[in-house]
């Protein structure tokens, strides 16, 4: 064995996540670490929280950063939230939607399934009639931007229903956050997570969470202590909670927190609204170039997301080919598809840093060039002027 | 609102972690993100299972990093490794015993405790009479070097005796592990997990975990499904395992695991011996100075960890006073006592990067001075040149 440091390429990441870093970021990262209950990494911690307030559109005390990828804050609100036997209704139109059932079964919990189909939004009239039938049930979850098929479902309106029929909401905001608006408090949303690496456009590895007034009180009251030690909220809040003592519960990452600060001090800087207008601006150009090559996307006009565009792969075209060639060629990544969509669509994600204009004319180009190569049925040389004429 | 960029102060790290970052691991974590799927990182992986096999010192094929801080680590090995209603012998000598039994509790087993006094390490004929008691135990749970003391306890010998009587062994080593000897296989040690920000001197937030065939096959053999998602190292492994085709689990912490590889191939680079060596070079020099000045170790000296050091605060000092001095005129950290040392004890570091000669020596000038200044009962001024000829 004789191992040396590894040097990864420079690749232009337009895949479903970790979407490109911002050099400030991961300049932020390289500062020099200090300790976790230093005075100046406190104020730094008061900072995040201010910050993440801003990104999420809310007053809630309880909002953090959870140590760990998007898939443990997911699991952070299941065991925080879900009592053995409480039934809770899960939407699913996705990959990440089947994840939360299975978090809800290992919290003990009851899944009532409403299915839409994938590429599809979450249909309410189901919601509300799983609702009317389970009147005892407790949680409703839902994803808002379906990462696996580029889908967004109308989040205010599900969390809505699920307060007139007295249940709290779950909402994975992983890859909505910072690309199209998340309005934690205006919807009423309860629970939330989301990740560091989507339209935040830091590196992976975080996940900022945000908990209202009725899930916190959820959390207080509950019989059975939180299975996990390193998720339960309780403890936690020890560390992160407002006024606290700051008292150790687990060594923080300082290094990733630096980064997630950066990445959301550059979010304030553009401007939410700014940077929402940014991610559907890129996405009208990508979309103008992929139409006018003839190819067609999988989710309905009005359920796109500007951030993660779903494309159906053309008949005859292999879908690795295509992908490696793209990286090897372009050093530029896109997302196969997941499950149902595994081999039959492409996830081309113009996320945080990476929703920018030479990325939308470098990726048409080069897929225009290489379906033409390939001898696909499309039509050939017209994407990056379709795209570059939006944007005159 | 309008928060700035994040600068922190260039702290020597003395306490218990985070220790001192070799600037090669800052700049590492600091290369561009690429895809947790991209093939290059994918060989990345690969060098990161052989660097840590080789830091465990062992040909398990289930050795790799978990996304996040130790706490989580040792979870893992819970939520695994217990099923419910298993028994499960803790051995407690200090905080970090405490949270594997909360883990035990968490995980649906019953705890049998072996107690020992803070301070001392754990007793072998303790657990041999635990062992007599349960022969229906499963597991036995320990600390190698408790973080919270600084003592170390006979790994080998506490092992020998839980497989004497058909148990398996979860054992904490995040102090140990790049300090002192850990032998994985040698010893015999069913699962294993460490931290990144202790003797490796990696930034935070991963926690190194390794199971030999034993735990692998009771975990394969689980009656009920492992109680976290995120933790289930059957799904983890589609992701880290050997020869997988390395199915999307989780979004890796890529910008982390650059960091984690870099602080491998420098242990690779020193050497294990070597580092062990240094770390018992540079604790011998500090404790020259220590017990020149008249102050008193809180561990026997057979039991004595070199790269945690808990000393005794003298009488009539204050614990918080004298920290913060290191801190504003030193930018020194050193640690609290914790639990039952709280106000009692001093915690010094000289762990990975931050153990060598140059914080030997400013820390006992440092503390000498403070000392005196407070008109503390010590030998003023020797310290130094107690460590000084140590080296020489």
């Known amino acids: 064995m004789k191992i040396s440091s ?15 870093v911002n050099p400030r970021i991961l300049e932020a990262m390289s500062r020099p670490t200090i300790g976790h209950l230093d005075p100046e990494f406190v104020r730094m911690m008061d900072e995040m929280k201010e910050l993440l307030q801003y990104a999420f559109q809310t007053k809630n005390k309880m909002t953090m950063p959870i140590s760990a990828p998007g898939s443990a804050g997911m699991e952070c609100c299941f065991v925080n939230l879900v009592e053995p036997g409480d039934k809770v209704i899960v939407c699913q139109n996705g990959v990440f939607g089947g994840r939360m059932k299975e978090n809800v079964v290992r919290s003990g919990g009851i899944v009532i399934h409403v299915d839409d189909e994938w590429g599809q939004a979450v249909n309410p009239t189901k919601l509300e009639d799983a ?25 205010k309106l599900l969390v809505e229903l699920a307060h007139r029929y007295n249940c709290l909401t779950i909402v994975d905001t992983v890859t909505s956050l910072g690309g199209i608006p998340v309005l934690v408090d205006e919807w009423g949303i309860d629970a939330i997570y989301s990740g560091s690496q989507k339209c935040l456009s830091c590196t992976p590895g975080l996940s900022p969470v945000s908990f209202n007034k009725a899930a916190v009180d959820k959390i207080s009251q509950r019989k059975h202590p939180v299975q996990s030690w390193f998720l339960d909220l309780n403890l936690v809040m020890g560390y992160w909670g407002e006024g606290a003592k700051r008292a150790y519960h ?16 550059i979010l304030q800087e553009e401007g939410l609204e700014t ?48 992908r490696n060639k793209l990286l090897q060629d372009y050093n530029l990544e896109i997302g196969a598809g997941l499950g149902a969509l595994a081999g039959k669509a492409w996830r081309i994600g113009l996320m945080g840093h990476a929703s920018n204009k030479t990325n939308v004319l470098l990726f048409l180009g080069a897929l225009d060039s ?20 939006y944007y005159a």
Chains 1, 2 share one sequence.
Do not use: C
């Not at 040097?7 to 490109?20: A, I, W």
């Not at 033409?372 to 004429?389: E, K, P, R, Y």
């Open 275 to 322: 940077a929402w207008e940014r991610h559907q601006k890129n996405h009208q150009a990508l979309r103008n170039g992929i139409e006018a090559m003839g190819l067609k996307f999988i989710a309905k006009e009005n359920e796109r997301l500007p951030q993660l565009n779903t494309v159906t792969i053309p008949e005859g075209v292999d879908d690795a080919t295509v």
């Open 131 to 155: 609702l009317k039938a389970n009147p005892d049930a407790k949680l409703v979850a839902f994803v808002h931007a379906e990462t696996s098929t580029g889908v967004v479902s109308d989040a």
């Open 6 to 20: 590894f040097h990864p390429p420079q690749r232009t990441l337009m895949g479903p996540g970790p979407s490109d």
């Open 370 to 389: 290489i379906l033409t190569g390939a001898g696909a049925n499309i039509n050939s040389g017209v994407a990056v002027q379709a795209a570059l004429d």
């Open 250 to 265: 687990h060594t923080a990452p300082i290094n990733a927190l630096y980064a997630l600060h950066e990445a959301l001090v």
